[in-house]
């Protein structure tokens, strides 16, 4: 099974400039994810990082000039215009991006540009005052005006000592920029619904059972919903998170307050995301002044929480219902033992527990099953994983759908 949906044959684009040494990165990453990739090198790129490295990387011999006798005896660059699904160029250099605007033809890159109907996007990196200048803002307003998606760049500290915008994306940020069109509209005009990050429960007023929940799965999930065409409301729980643009969100705080905003919330609802990391158990009692400390035990009293993934699934309009497992072992045991025990439609488990994925992290892996079926999407960027699961969630639902109507 794929691990996400990105085009099968990428041509990656290289140009000059000291941000060339993360294409080899982008190029483990992308190949990680099942894309083949060939390398296209221009002259000022050889001097930054060597066509053996992306060779390695890429498994394939990096191409760099319309004068390979090998390679073009039989007009291999329009072979590989015709051959590629996408073409990226990451870094895409000031002189790279004037070139493209021109429609120049004078290198290998630029003439399959030139000769190619497959999507280009452009991962600008250099100084911030080249970015900034307006012969370089003209020439993305070109590119763009041609359908070229630009892929940042990012603010901070630069090789040249200035501080500003200019830096190239991190690979993993231009994968996700690579996934959001293939989900574009895949859940136009459905309205979903996402809980996402912890709950608090007081003990007094200033302890509280909680857990490790980040809340960066779920909000995830929220941005690649809306960059499918959903309308998305957000319930979270406490996290530092920024809303992702587009979102309607609503905080609280505990388990019963998350229960009223879903009810609250749940009238019209397409689909269910159950991503928040709910307590199990609360405090019997909130105690309203702090408990002084002693050298005494202390036995705390604990009742259960609603399980409100179980009650969305049992409510008589139900929605298409996703939940979430995270587990320390036995994952698909326990995932599929979930799903069938609470009737829901699909279920996203997760390792926790361990170093780089999960809680706190920025990366995740999932296993994915629905009656009848599963997908497993490798460890990589929440938000790459977002992407792929939203993708299946669009596909099972339109499958559901049907067999509801046939």
Not at 234 to 256: C, F, N, Q
Not at 260 to 279: M, R
Not at 325 to 354: F, P, W, Y
Not at 372 to 395: F, H, N, P, Y
Request: net charge positive; hydrophobic share 50%.
């Amino acid at each position: 099974m794929s691990q996400a949906l990105l085009p099968a044959r990428i041509v990656l684009g290289v140009s000059g400039g000291i941000a060339a040494y993360k294409a080899a990165e982008l190029v483990r990453c992308l190949r990680q994810r099942g894309a083949e990739v060939q390398v296209v090198m221009t002259r000022g790129a050889s001097r930054f990082i060597t066509a053996t490295t992306l060779q390695a990387l890429s498994g394939r011999p990096v191409r760099k000039s319309l004068w390979d006798a090998a390679a073009e005896a039989a007009m291999g660059h329009i072979e590989l215009a015709r051959w590629a699904d996408a073409i990226v160029i990451a870094p895409a250099s000031a002189d790279t991006l004037a070139r493209l605007a021109q429609g120049r033809a004078d290198d290998l890159l630029t003439t399959l540009c030139l000769a190619s109907s497959a999507p280009l996007w452009v991962a600008p990196a250099m100084n911030q005052q080249m970015w900034a200048h307006p012969a370089t803002q003209a020439n993305l307003a070109v590119l763009r005006g041609r359908g070229a998606r630009v892929i940042g760049p990012a603010s901070g500290d630069q090789a040249c000592g200035d501080v500003g915008l200019g830096r190239m994306s991190q690979p993993l940020e231009i994968i996700h920029e690579l996934l959001a069109p293939l989900v574009s509209g895949v859940l136009a005009g459905r309205r979903v619904l996402i809980n996402a990050g912890p709950t608090l429960e007081d003990i007094d007023p200033v302890r509280f059972l909680g857990n490790r929940s980040s809340g960066r799965m779920g909000f995830a999930v929220a941005e690649a919903a809306h960059a499918a065409g959903a309308e998305v409301h957000l319930i979270a729980g406490p996290v530092s998170l920024a809303t992702p643009s587009g979102v309607r969100r609503t905080d609280v705080r505990s388990a019963l307050e998350m229960r009223a905003a879903v009810q609250a919330a749940l009238s019209g609802v397409d689909i269910f995301v159950a991503a928040a990391a709910i307590a199990d158990y609360r405090p019997a009692e909130m105690l309203s002044c702090k408990r002084k400390k002693s050298s005494e035990g202390w036995n705390l009293a604990l009742v259960a929480n609603p399980d409100i993934v179980a009650e969305v699934a049992a409510s008589e309009n139900k929605p298409f219902v996703v939940g979430f497992a995270a587990e320390t072992n036995d994952v698909e045991t326990h995932a599929r033992s979930k799903l069938a025990r609470k009737q829901l439609d699909m279920i996203a488990a997760n390792l926790v527990g361990c170093a780089g994925r999960g809680f706190e992290s920025e990366d995740n892996a999932l296993s994915v099953f629905w009656p009848g079926g599963s997908e497993e999407i490798a460890l990589c960027d929440k938000r790459v994983a977002a992407a792929r699961l939203v993708t299946l969630i669009a596909q099972q639902l339109a499958a559901k759908v049907g067999v509801a109507k046939a």
